[in-house]
């Protein structure tokens, strides 16, 4: 008798290296209650640290006010949702972008879980760079996938198109693209997409199947210093956008984000990908955006964290680091720093700045060891207090 309690895939799931990492740092280590200890300075995940903004509360609480007796019914993509996001979208990239190639999703965490299953089978491959978001191989073998990793180049922290170029096969059916780049800060270059672009049409006609590609962007408004963020969208027709607002108005516990596809996508290839989404959002648990995140949409993009306030802990943050004789570039947008570990052991490196008070995640969380990210949505005053406890961790990684 086969008396295992749990599925194989869960197992698969559970093993992932990310996925473990992440798990047994957030779930087992105590970190969940030593950020919690006066004194500790928590530079971990996107959470926010000061309380939400006024107008994004009054937005919510507008929006769960009944205006009829269908208001909490079960509903699908809300009209008034989808074109809010399209004007945002069309003002932001440049491009008309029509209502009805959006449909509202639980964050982008679930427009992502969304496309996988949408546009690929069961044993298809996903190519994804590394450093990755940590859930990109998880949420490829919760879908049947096989994650394929590449690396992106170490020096610019540009995507590897030879890489990516080198990993295709007939099997592969996605590729994921993550800009701004959650570690790294990168804003992939117009050139780089528009190779990219040519490079998947290539391979797609090469092996007598299209390669779709998923650009996962939450970060799009979150750019430092007048940069211009490009969206593979705008290059590659057989793109699906992913976006969570939970990144532009720090509230990531409040599930809404969208799938957008593009106007250049053929029709008939968008209304077939359209009602595969809304198929798996319907087969999988319902998986829209309850009915007050979407009533409060055109609201919610009317607003933003102050992103020239997150710039100035950006250059603070990084000017001090490097004063410090730490090694790091300068992100182009998130709000995350990723300076490269004084030590081989970036693990070991981020045990002793956690008993020094300071809570960072290590680089091998995103399979990039030797690196150690830093999330600056924590306030200027722990930042600040944050700088002589950096010192003093890289004087005893020096020292020891």
């Known amino acids: ?72 019914a079960y509903k699908f993509s809300q009209v008034s949702a989808q074109a809010a996001a399209a004007d945002s979208l069309s003002r932001h990239l440049g491009v008309t972008w029509p209502p009805d190639r959006i449909r509202m999703t639980t964050g982008g965490f679930g427009a992502i879980a969304t496309s996988l299953k949408s546009v690929a089978d069961p044993g298809d491959e996903v190519i994804f760079s590394l450093p990755p978001w940590f859930l990109y191989e998880s949420l490829a073998l919760e879908a049947g996938l096989m994650p394929v990793k590449v690396r992106i180049d170490p020096q610019t922290f540009d995507l590897d198109l030879a890489a990516i170029e080198a990993a295709i096969t007939p099997r592969t059916r996605v590729v994921i693209v993550n800009t701004p780049n959650n ?50 969208a705008q290059f590659y027709p057989h793109t699906l956008l992913c976006y969570s607002y939970g990144k532009t108005l720090l509230s990531p516990g409040q599930r809404l984000g969208y799938l957008a596809l593009p106007p250049s996508m053929p029709q008939e290839v968008a209304d077939a990908v359209i009602e595969a989404v809304e198929s798996v959002q319907i ?24 992103v020239a ?23 182009e947008a998130t709000f995350y720093l990723f300076p490269r570990s004084p030590v081989p052991d970036d693990e070991s490196f981020v045990r002793l700045l956690s008993d020094l008070g300071v809570l960072v995640m290590p680089g091998r969380i995103f399979e990039t060891p030797g690196f150690f990210r830093i999330c600056i949505t924590a306030t200027m005053e722990s930042i600040e207090a944050s700088l002589p406890r950096f010192a003093t961790a890289l004087a005893q990684a020096r020292g020891g």
């Not at 309380?51 to 006010?65: G, I, N, T």
């Not at 049409?201 to 650009?215: E, P, T, V």
């Open 283 to 306: 087969a999988a648990g319902w998986l829209f955006p309850n009915n007050v995140m979407q009533y409060a949409t055109p609201r919610l993009e009317e607003l933003s964290i102050d």
């Open 309 to 331: 306030h997150l710039q100035a802990k950006r250059d603070f943050m990084v000017a001090g680091l490097r004063a410090l004789g730490y090694e790091l570039e300068t992100p």
């Open 183 to 232: 570690p790294t800060g990168r804003i992939y270059p117009e050139a780089t997409l528009r190779a990219l672009a040519g490079l998947l049409d290539a391979a797609s006609a090469r092996h007598g199947r299209r390669i779709y590609l998923i650009s996962d962007e939450p970060y799009n408004r979150l750019v430092f210093d007048g940069a211009r963020f490009v969206s593979p």
């Open 1 to 72: 008798m086969d008396d295992h309690p749990v599925s194989a895939r869960s197992v698969q799931i559970q093993q992932a290296e990310s996925f473990r990492m992440l798990f047994d740092f957030a779930r087992k280590s105590g970190y969940q209650e030593r950020r919690l200890e006066p004194g500790v300075l928590d530079f971990t995940f996107g959470d926010p640290h000061e309380l939400p903004q006024p107008s994004y509360v009054k937005a919510l609480r507008e929006a769960a006010l009944p205006k009829d007796e269908l208001w909490f």
